[in-house]
């Protein structure tokens, strides 16, 4: 027996518009307070009506069981589209199953921890900046910097040293591209992409120099003879299906767009508010500078340290928790369908959020709360598979999921060891859902230096640190923000 869910009729007329248009996660949040894991929201945008389901076990549904029938929403694959053509993020059905198995060995662990000296060279470089910023006293855009970190790493990992020679040109066009993207995704109507509006030809001209380049690149490594380097690039040119058959030119430029927009803005975000985050509970970022401070002694970490950095792995998945990059996602279901025993017509869309899910007070006790050590009897995936889910799930989980853990943990160990992040007193951090999960006036900051680390002290040593202790360095960190949960 099936029924239907229950839900906020809204205004006259608006239905619920103006709350989503207003603070869509907030929205979906007080939802599912008020109305239950399941909720339906009446009068938002063409599709009616809108679900929201927010239970593990729903999105399990979604996500994996009945995933045949929940393909993502057309209109918002439309305007990825725009941007990546038929890349992952867009495919669907044979030709999805035939890219990801060729985008595969892209993702194979021995090539992701091949980028990881090109992860710690590029932290380095960001770190001297910060530093020079420390000693003249200037305040840093957290959201900025972090931006343009993951955009080169993730550039040398797709083009080797090619990247080198148009990062300048490439980035500016991505940072214009996904400025664009952006707006149009926060509307349910825009102008198609042929009107000359003057968004739409930035937009445009952003894609071109983009493709100009990606293609260029391409060209040229197709008729080099020599080595090749060892990188997405050509994992993605060389990849081939038992039959011989590989990618298209098109497909390889596809992919490669894909992975370059969804592969930097999600890492950015989530580094933008681990670090918003260690900012504002000091004896959090005392306990991880202590733990890299024993195992590294000042040296550089590398792929094979971060087993024995199991406070920073905790950091990481505590702050993916609070602040997922991809907190919104939708699906659109082919036939009607039911989920958690509630009707979902074909045809509308159904919110899934990370955000509100991770959230959800039946998994996680104080779920405000960010508190790292939670996850000491929960291990790697939490209480559910789905109650924490920052790389979605099911056959379309992030193919870069490993990438994006190695980094944030390299990134923030490197910097426990130089800095210390303090937010600037008064600046507003304001989440702002869009294509991931953003700062509505970004993330402003001062920098504090840190001593030179100690040598390594032996190992077990941390774990016989006393709370004085560990109080002493959180005060050290000078931190003017206390106490409460993620806000």
């Known amino acids: 027996m099936t029924r239907q869910a229950p839900g906020p009729k809204g205004e006259p007329v608006l239905g619920n518009a103006r709350a989503f248009q207003a603070d869509i996660l907030q929205?979906?949040?007080?939802?599912?307070?008020?109305?239950?894991?399941?909720?339906?929201?009446?009068?938002?945008?063409?599709?009616?009506p809108v679900f929201f389901v927010g239970h593990p076990d729903g999105i399990k549904e979604i996500l994996q069981d009945k995933h045949r029938n929940f393909p993502k929403t057309p209109f918002v694959s439309d305007r990825w589209r725009a941007l990546v053509g038929?890349?992952?993020?867009?495919?669907?059905?044979?030709?999805?199953?035939?890219?990801?198995?060729?985008?595969?060995?892209?993702?194979?662990?021995?090539?992701?921890?091949?980028?990881?000296?090109?992860?710690?060279?590029?932290?380095a470089g960001l770190l001297d900046r910060w530093e020079a910023a420390a000693r003249a006293h200037r305040e840093v855009d957290v959201t900025?910097?972090?931006?343009?970190?993951?955009?080169?790493?993730?550039?040398?990992?797709?083009?080797?040293?090619?990247?080198?020679?148009?990062?300048?040109v490439?980035?500016?066009?991505?940072?214009?591209?996904?400025?664009?993207?952006?707006?149009?995704?926060?509307?349910?109507?825009?102008?198609?992409?042929?009107?000359?509006?003057?968004?739409?030809?930035?937009?445009a001209r952003a894609r071109k120099q983009l493709d100009r380049i990606i293609y260029r690149v391409i060209e040229d490594r197709r008729a080099d003879?020599?080595?090749?380097?060892?990188?997405?690039?050509?994992?993605?040119?060389?990849?081939?299906?038992?039959?011989?058959?590989?990618?298209?030119?098109?497909?390889?430029?596809?992919?490669?767009?894909?992975?370059?927009?969804?592969?930097?803005?999600?890492?950015?975000?989530?580094?933008?508010?681990?670090l918003y985050l260690l900012s504002r509970h000091p004896e959090v970022a005392a306990r991880l500078e202590a733990e890299v401070d024993e195992v590294l002694g000042g040296r550089l970490p590398g792929v094979e340290d971060l087993p024995r950095l199991p406070y920073v792995d905790r950091v990481v998945?505590?702050?993916?928790?609070?602040?997922?990059?991809?907190?919104?996602?939708?699906?659109?279901?082919?036939?009607?369908?039911?989920?958690?025993?509630?009707?979902?017509?074909k045809g509308s869309m159904v919110l899934l959020s990370s955000f509100v899910t991770h959230r959800h007070p039946d998994f996680w006790p104080n779920?405000?709360?960010?508190?790292?050590?939670?996850?000491?009897?929960?291990?790697?995936?939490?209480?559910?598979?789905?109650?924490?889910?920052?790389?979605?799930?099911?056959?379309?989980?992030?193919?870069?999921?490993?990438?994006?853990?190695?980094?944030?943990?390299?990134?923030?160990?490197?910097?426990?060891?130089?800095?210390?992040?303090?937010l600037a007193p008064g600046h507003p951090v304001i989440p702002r859902p869009g294509i991931t999960l953003g700062q509505e006036h970004g993330v402003i900051a001062t920098v504090a230096l840190r001593e030179k680390a100690p040598p390594a002290a032996p190992r077990g040593a941390l774990a016989g640190a006393d709370s004085e202790a560990i109080a002493a360095a959180a005060a050290a960190a000078g931190c003017p923000v206390h106490g409460g949960g993620a806000r």
């Open 144 to 168: 900025l910097d972090m931006t343009r970190l993951a955009l080169s790493v993730l550039g040398g990992a797709l083009f080797g040293a090619n990247w080198r020679q148009d990062s300048e």
């Open 317 to 345: 998945r505590e702050s993916l928790r609070l602040y997922p990059p991809v907190s919104l996602i939708s699906r659109t279901p082919l036939e009607d369908d039911t989920v958690q025993g509630y009707d979902i017509p």
């Open 367 to 422: 779920p405000e709360g960010f508190d790292p050590d939670r996850w000491i009897p929960l291990g790697e995936q939490g209480p559910h598979r789905y109650a924490w889910w920052p790389f979605s799930g099911g056959p379309r989980k992030c193919i870069g999921d490993v990438f994006g853990l190695q980094e944030m943990k390299l990134v923030l160990a490197m910097m426990a060891q130089r800095v210390r992040v303090r």
């Open 225 to 274: 003879r020599g080595p090749h380097p060892d990188d997405l690039l050509e994992a993605l040119m060389t990849a081939t299906e038992d039959d011989g058959s590989g990618m298209t030119v098109e497909q390889v430029r596809n992919e490669v767009m894909t992975f370059m927009f969804g592969g930097h803005e999600t890492v950015a975000s989530g580094l933008t508010w681990a």
């Open 86 to 123: 038929d890349g992952l993020i867009c495919s669907e059905g044979e030709l999805w199953k035939r890219q990801r198995r060729l985008c595969q060995p892209a993702f194979h662990r021995r090539l992701i921890t091949s980028f990881a000296t090109g992860m710690t060279e590029v932290t």
């Open 27 to 48: 929205a979906l949040q007080r939802g599912r307070r008020e109305y239950g894991d399941v909720v339906r929201f009446e009068g938002i945008g063409p599709l009616f």
């Open 170 to 203: 490439m980035a500016h066009a991505v940072e214009v591209a996904i400025g664009e993207a952006y707006k149009k995704f926060g509307k349910f109507v825009s102008l198609p992409e042929g009107v000359p509006t003057p968004a739409n030809l930035r937009f």
